[in-house]
């Protein structure tokens, strides 16, 4: 996945905003709160950062493509660098964890701020 893949995915899911910050890096936001970051690799390689939940975290920081986050992982937080998106299940893959972080995120809003955005009214 290219980082304007990943924008235009990420620009998909509501009430998402967009921010380069950190480097360079291309920060996604539900609600002002990070969910997603396009970034932070030294190598050419793009790799893209995410929240998950505990039981995700512990088991994708050992698997081939994944590691915890920089930064975020190292303190404490349950957020993993995908490094491997070089085939089509990889790119779903990440997807898959783009989506469900945004929704991780997004109900650690507030239920008003939830409201009006839209989210979680289910």
């Not at 998950?52 to 986050?69: I, M, N, V």
Request: proline share 4%.
């Amino acid at each position: 996945m290219t980082y304007d893949e990943y924008n235009d995915y990420c620009g998909s899911l509501p009430a998402t905003s967009h921010v380069v910050q950190w480097g360079g890096s291309h920060v996604w936001k539900v609600g002002g709160k990070v969910f997603a970051v396009g970034g932070w690799q030294k190598l050419d390689e793009p790799a893209f950062s995410f929240k998950t939940s505990e039981g995700d975290f512990y088991f994708l920081k050992d698997q081939p493509g994944y590691r915890p986050a920089p930064y975020l992982a190292s303190r404490g937080m349950k957020w993993i660098q995908q490094q491997d998106t070089s085939d089509e299940s990889k790119i779903e893959d990440l997807k898959d964890h783009l989506k469900e972080s945004h929704r991780i995120v997004s109900l650690g809003l507030t239920k008003k701020k939830q409201k009006e955005l839209g989210l979680n009214q289910d």
